[in-house]
């Protein structure tokens, strides 16, 4: 059989980290893209002379041209500038919605069977371009974000508690940015509601270091945004796919009707498995969580809005 092919493209920090990743979990030929010649290759043959110890016989390789997507069965996309001190991932709209227009039409000529997962911020805004570019069927395009977010909730109070990560389950919902909504009703710990573990107070400046936890990594990196965590992330979701996992995930997913909301990208619990995704999850909201949900789920109409007036002009 085949190995599978998976395209990063983008190679930078998420980037080399994901061919990292990918390399190790022996997930497919791996292919970094991106447009700064050398850099791409680069990282590829540094972890082709790490192939002996890792224990693998993948292919590594780089490109500068966008069109070394061919045939892939996952791309994942991070090109894009990352955020700096002081910016939010809206400022990103602009620039970042350029490189999706030039990635998404390689993908759709060159990789037409693949799933897309979008990294890129403002992530709905992105992944909601890269669908309408590509043209494909909305449940193989889908945004890195709950899954994200989700997890930055989980570590949070697993410090807070002093428990393993791993024991700890949540669920952020609505858009990739300071809206976000972390359902405390939800998260668990071993089984056990949050909220039979914890205080209100408590959990509530849990939820909001939740929605602030990406700015705080800029902060201190002053150079570049969080790495790690989102390739941690995307690299789950295409496990999910690839070996037809049926994982239960929070990802930005087109919704059709689902929370009464129609035609944006939304982050939201899905099924992944080998068809992308596969089912959209609904939980039932109290007031306060549909009043925080119609809060982020107008800044991403918002964001939409622009993106179509920039697909308009194509």
Known sequence: MARKKISLVGAGQIGGTLALLATQKQLGDVVLIDIVDGVPQGKALDLTHGSAIIGNSVQVSGSSDFNAVEGSDVVIVTAGIPRKPGMSRDDLLDVNFGVMANVGKAIRERA?????????????????????????????????????????FASLIAAELNVAPEDVTCLVMGGHGDTMVP????????????????????????????????????????????????????????????????????????L????????????????????????????EFDANEKKAWDISVAAVKDLTAWVDKKLASL
């Open 112 to 152: 037409p069977g693949a799933l897309v997962i979008v990294v890129t911020n403002p992530l709905d805004a992105m992944v909601y371009a890269m669908q309408k570019v590509t043209g494909f069927p909305a449940n193989r395009v889908v945004g890195m974000a709950g899954v994200l977010d989700s997890s930055r």
């Open 256 to 283: 059709n009707g689902e929370y009464g909301v129609s035609g944006l990208y939304c982050g939201v619990p899905v099924i992944m498995g080998s068809k992308g995704v596969e089912k959209v999850l609904e939980v």
């Open 183 to 254: 359902l405390i009703r939800y998260a668990t710990v071993g089984g056990i509601p949050v909220t039979q573990l914890l205080s209100a107070e408590v959990l509530a400046k849990l939820a909001d270091r939740t929605g602030k936890s990406g700015g705080e990594v800029v902060a201190l990196l002053k150079t570049g945004s969080a790495f790690y965590s989102p390739a941690l992330s995307a690299i789950h979701m295409a496990e999910a796919y690839l070996y037809d996992q049926k994982n239960v995930l929070t990802c930005a997913a087109l």
